[in-house]
């Protein structure tokens, strides 16, 4: 059950405001709400212009002394720090960009209620989120759990209205790395609708009825025998994009325990050694040891929140898939 209560935010109005509406000066002060969040509040009655209530479109006279209550979820409700390290990549005030490892979820949620990402953000950067939602801590989008990257966190309720605007308008740009079953000697795209699959509601498809509209770009940077090492480029954001549609083309994410096939759960159940022991091959054995989804989110790029600036911020390459290229390397000459 959440729990709140009013932090008040205050400030006295410059006579230079004088004429402005009050939500568009607010939304115009730093680290202040944005105007759709200031509207909420005045029609809550949050909103106080010389301790009397206001509506938005009030018009500043300059000097008014301005008071909002926002709500902030006691520590007891929600997830709880904890000192979890971070491999942080980028931070300012504005803004986190932290390198997620494999096995660690991002949101707190029914059987993964600590270890996540959230956790770790909470004691490194503590921070009270408004409205709502402190089971986000700013994060404003996602990565599975057994994909690794670069993963964007908003500390102002202004950055992250900005960075989820980019979001939905597409500006911002995501690079993957993926091993993938199968060799793929060409650039291209996969144009495919996305949505539940009918028989199996915890997976995607893109042969379904309802399905959102996805678009992936893939480069090969890499090809061994039997698997190719991949740079692609969703221009969508819809659940397991990258996995379903490579699969969808007879590619699968090496060691995807949903989309990769039989053959991947078979691996995946019984280890290299069962691999091994079936008369496969080395390369089979070298796919067999990935022990999750060879899937890297590899960079991002967008505008800075606050002043605009054109940022990308990048993760490293971690050991396991490292360690897996290196292994087919070998293997293929």
Known sequence: MKSESPRPLLCTVPEQAAGMRLDRWLASQEDWPTRSQIKLAAREG???????????SHRLKGGEDVVLSVPVFEAESGPRPEDIELDILFADRHLIAVNKPAGMVVHPAVG?????????????????????????????HRLDKDTSG??????TVAAHENLAGQFRRRT?????????????????????????????????????????????RYEPLEMFA?????RVFP???????????????????????VY????????????????????????????ASMRRQALHARAISFLHPFDGREMTVQAPCPADIAALLAELRRLSR
């Open 46 to 56: 949050r909103l106080l212009v010389d301790g009397r209530k206001a509506p938005v």
């Open 112 to 140: 993964n209620r600590s270890g996540t990402l959230v956790n770790a953000v909470l004691h490194h950067f503590p921070s009270a989120p408004w409205p709502g939602e402190p089971g986000r801590a700013g994060i404003v």
């Open 150 to 155: 670069v993963i964007l966190i908003a500390r």
């Open 172 to 216: 911002i740009k995501k690079e993957y790395e993926a091993v993938v079953r199968g060799r793929v000697m060409q650039a291209g795209e996969i144009d495919a609708p996305i949505g539940r699959h009918r028989l199996e509601r915890q997976r995607m498809s893109t042969s379904t009825r309802h399905g959102r509209a996805a678009l992936t």
């Open 226 to 230: 039997g698997a190719t090492l991949l």
């Open 235 to 257: 221009h969508s954001g819809r659940t397991h994009q990258i996995r379903v549609h490579l699969a969808s083309r007879g590619w699968p994410i090496v060691a995807d325990r």
């Open 260 to 287: 990769g096939g039989r053959r991947t759960r078979t691996a995946a159940a019984g280890g290299a050694r069962a691999t091994a022991a079936a008369g496969r091959s080395g390369f089979e054995e070298a796919l």
